[in-house]
């Protein structure tokens, strides 16, 4: 079976005065689909580099990435883009909401920029948000929801479209340890349940324990693949 995610020989390097940052050094990666997979690592370690590269945010300096066996930066412009905006989701931090939309408005508008018919986005918009939990928060403003209700609604919008890889950026960063939980039993639940694959950048070792597998970082190299479930 093709990996949801084929990382070979990636390198990011990055011009720093006279000399060079070797941010990410010579990283093979492979995740399979319906897998759960945690980066950890100190920070600086290269771990954001790395996943800004995997999402295609960042061309690497060498090196390859496949999303579901098509190379990502072999692709012009315009198809880097429509894959990623097809195959790929994202969660982040920050939830990104934008306050004036209602949740289902900000879910709507990866199915908006992908050019959706209009009379499909708003069913397929309640129908995400009715899998996070959020069916009655539906009209409301960002303001008006707490924070786990925000990260829920930026996991909604993530996967409306259904992409294949999820790649969060310390998704739970800004949440208690309580709320967190919840979040990690939605992305655990999509996984088992839709075959969605999510790799999460994180520094919490909590976090990290949830996920099927758990690659360490240091230094730009990645280090070890442990099964977290062992580890629990």
């Keep these: 079976m093709v990996p949801a995610l084929h990382a070979m020989g990636v390198w990011k390097v990055y011009p720093s005065g006279d000399g060079r940052v070797d941010a990410v050094r010579g990283v093979d990666l492979t995740v399979h689909a319906g897998e759960m997979v945690a980066i950890t690592g100190p920070s600086g370690c290269g771990k954001t580099s790395l996943l800004n590269v995997l999402s295609g945010l ?12 098509d190379s990502l930066f072999d692709l012009d412009d315009d198809r880097r883009t429509r894959l990623r905006g097809e195959r790929l989701g994202f969660v982040f931090q920050a939830f990104n909401l934008l306050p004036v939309l209602t949740a289902t408005e900000n879910v ?14 708003r069913a397929k918009a ?17 303001a008006m929801l707490s924070g786990g209700q925000q990260q829920r609604v930026a996991v909604a919008r993530a996967v409306v479209h259904r992409p294949s890889i999820v790649l969060c950026d310390e998704p739970t960063g800004n949440l208690d340890s309580a709320t967190s939980d919840e979040v990690l039993d939605l992305m655990a639940g999509l996984c088992r349940d839709e075959g969605m694959t999510f790799l999460i950048v994180t520094h919490d070792d909590a976090v990290a324990a949830r996920c099927d597998r758990i690659l360490r970082m240091r230094d730009g190299l990645l280090l070890g693949d442990d099964d977290a479930s062992e580890e629990a």
């Design 58 to 69: 960042d061309a690497p300096s060498a090196g390859t990435v496949l999303v579901q066996g």
């Design 108 to 121: 709507e508008i990866p199915l908006l920029l992908s050019g959706q018919p209009a009379h499909d986005v």
């Design 126 to 142: 309640l129908d995400a948000l009715s899998s996070v939990g959020l069916a009655d928060r539906a009209d409301h403003l960002p």
